[in-house]
Each structure stands twice: as C-alpha cells, then as structure tokens.
C-alpha cells in the first residue's frame, strides 16, 4: 500500500514536473548528440529546436546550419530536416519507448560550437493550454479543472503503462532464470562428463603400464 502511494506521488511529480523549460546545449560540427525521451504510445508530443544567435542583432552565419531525426525505439522516422536553423515537429507516438531526437551539426573548420535551444514536450505538457483558454473562453477555474482532469488522465495511463512494463520484466526474468537453469545443469553435466572421461583414460593408463 505504502509502495503504491510512494509510486503515485513519484508519478504526480513527474507530470506536474515536466519539462515545461527549454533545454541549451552546445553541439560541436561536424559531431551528432542525442536526446532520449521515454513516450508511452498514443501520446502527443511536440518540439520545438532553434539555434542561438551568438551574435544578436546580426543575422546567423551559414556555417550555423544543423540536421534533426527523431526516431522510435524500432528505428522508425518521426520527423527528419536538413542543413536547417530552427525547426518544429509534432506527432502521436505510436510506439511505446525511448525515441531519440538526434542533432547533428555540419563540418566546418576550424571547428566551431553551435548553442542549441531545445523544447520536447509530451503528454499533458504538450497541450497547448493558453490557446485551450483563449478558444473555449473558460474561465479560470474551469480551465484549471480541465488541466487537472488531463492530469489525473495521464497519471492514470502512466500507471497502467508501468504496470504493462513491470510485467514485461518480469517475464524476462522468468526467461531468464529459465534459461540460466538449463546452462547450470548442462555445465554440470559437461564438467562431469569431462572428469569421467579423465578418470577413465586415466584408470586405462595405468592398466597398459601394469600399475594397477
């Protein structure tokens, strides 16, 4: 009981707590870094990358040019762009998994380091809530009641969703165990079949040298 209360408050956190910032990073060219985001499938995701002028007031050099794939955790293609400066995509996840959001930046030299801006939201986070409020003309209590009613939908799909991976595991453990059982029992075996074999040859040697 305690475990599952722990587990719903983790999860609460974890939704209320989602990236709702932007992440910077710097991305040397030539060099591709990656970004890993665990989707669970039927989920919204969005993103949104851009370059950071290094020099504002004056328009990006060329050499600033960058390449984005997001891919699932099959290797399946969500979104993909070229040589670009700033971009955006969004998807439903159809996959369940890790999805990678790889940048790659072009050669240049001498070598050089591009800042990135990055935002990937999912679930209720890439909800856009302000255009929710505008277009409904809610109030602010009704809209709150309806961010919170997504809340407790995706806390309660997060749930299931971890419980469907728990159960995974655990049957890859009984395979495993399985499996390690046969391994112990069959090197049992070689390893007594390998003594008996040196005891009989052995026990023959010393027959012919009239030992025994």
């Known amino acids: 009981m305690k475990f599952t209360v722990l587990m719903m408050i983790v999860i609460i956190i974890g939704v209320l707590s989602t990236s709702s910032e932007s992440i910077r990073f710097e991305l040397e060219s030539g060099h591709t870094k990656c970004i890993a985001e665990d989707i669970k499938s039927n989920s919204m995701t ?26 699932s955790a099959y290797g399946n293609s969500y979104h993909s762009s070229e040589n670009v400066q700033s971009g955006q995509f969004a998807f439903q996840a159809v996959e369940a998994g890790d999805y990678m959001a790889c940048f790659n930046a072009i050669d ?4 050089l380091k591009i800042p990135i801006e990055f935002d990937w939201r999912s679930g209720v986070a890439a909800k856009d809530w302000s255009n929710v409020a505008k277009k409904g003309s809610v109030d602010s209590m009704e809209y709150e009641l309806k961010k919170l009613a997504d809340t407790i939908t995706s806390i309660h799909e997060e749930m299931f969703y971890l419980r469907e991976r728990e159960r995974e595991m655990q049957e890859l453990n009984k395979v495993t165990n399985s499996r390690m059982a ?22 023959s040697f010393f027959e012919k040298k009239k030992l025994i």
């Open 108 to 111: 240049h030299q001498p070598s």
């Open 46 to 71: 969005v993103g949104h990358y851009s370059i950071v002028n290094p020099d504002e007031g004056h328009p990006l050099p060329e050499s600033h040019k960058i390449t984005l794939k997001v891919t």
């Open 182 to 203: 046969w391994l112990s029992f069959l090197s049992l075996f070689v390893c007594l079949s390998v003594a008996g074999m040196q005891l009989w040859h052995l026990k």
